[in-house]
DNA sequence: GAGTGGTCTAGACCACCAA
DNA sequence: TGGTGGTCTAGACCACTCC
């Protein structure tokens, strides 16, 4: 490896080692771009980086120190559930179980921040992995962002239609555990209780609340990232 | 909000209004800094930024284009755990339950690419917060990797000690769900059968294995991330 | 081979903020 | 208010890869 990301292992290595110590500040860009002979550009690019890994924090003035509390900070890959399902070799399957207009239930309108009543889409669909039962959802859907010909949700899931026909803006995803109850655990084949792997996402454009989803997935799911 | 990631922006509002549409080129990297009156280097550190979020896919000579699969790209922040209770405000507790050397069972060993046998410190704690159980931890740790002094882990979690004191590598994370056994029911404090929130961790310096973590989390956790 | 993105440079100005 | 990081420029060379 060559250029800014040699030099940022560089510096990594040294606060790996110790050199640098946590909550120390480290030589200011122009004196660590002479060292490495590099322009200051380039030192600055490395720093960066590591300043958006988490491992240092960068102020003007105060200049560049370890970070205390070295947050690990990984990324996360959010794909597509029918894609999630191929990549692991199996057939995908969707079953649209309900869809009919209905209030948006508090709880779900808290969470958008929807003030007053509203009418939403509501969609239940079970998705399949060879057959089997992988994933059920239960989404609110705001149909005012809805264009014209809104799609067959039997056909294509719900979130892939939107990802690919709305803008979407701001977004927000919590991971949980929850016992399946009675209806869950019927529709995922399961006994009840049953730990579930719970997925809560909301999804907004610039402006509107779009979508609330609860994704309960069957018992083997595991979400992965590397740091 | 000024400079590239004004232009940041606008690309990405060009790409929400449907503009330009998934799978399609935009125009190159000095097209565009033209358009917008900004050297290539500003359009190049904005479209740079959009690779990175997953919104578009960057090759020589191919050129720029939307992204098909629009892959929502989340950022997770892993606190330390005492931290992550005092950060709600409420007080942090440790009670190391077990420490002991032994012989690494065999999925720990296949997790951590760990061949033959080996011997590592296996360590029970319990996390708490305001004395209420909060986390079950249960870990091996390479002792090979430990400097002297080794600390006492019924003061400090090993977790915060390592993250200080033991230059990491690379990391993985598995979050998933499963109900409590009699043990972990126990020592949490609840039913048998219920619903815990999964964390596995393993951690490597560049080299060698260092750590492996199962952290299950009383009911009620949740891992929180904004899009 | 040629077009594209990836990177680097030397210099400059600016925004922020601790001293 | 001065030192620091944040950003921008104009130009250049290079690496990759599609044609």
Redesign the pocket.
Known sequence: M??????RDEVLRRIRVRDWLPGEN?????ML?TEF?????????A??DL?AAGVLE???????RVALHPVRRARLDIPVTRLEVEERGQVYGLRLLYRAMALVPRAVAAGLGLVGDAQFWHLQSLHLADGVPFLLEDRWLNPAVLPEPTPDFAQISVNEWLVTHVPLGAGEIVFSAANADQHEADLLGLPPGSALFIVERMTWTDVWPVTHARLAYAPGYRVRTRI
Chains 1, 2 share one sequence.
């Open positions: 060559q250029g800014w990301e040699a030099i480290i030589p200011n860009e122009q771009a002979g590099v322009a200051r550009a380039t030192m600055n690019r720093l960066r300043a960068r102020r003007r003035k105060a200049g560049t």
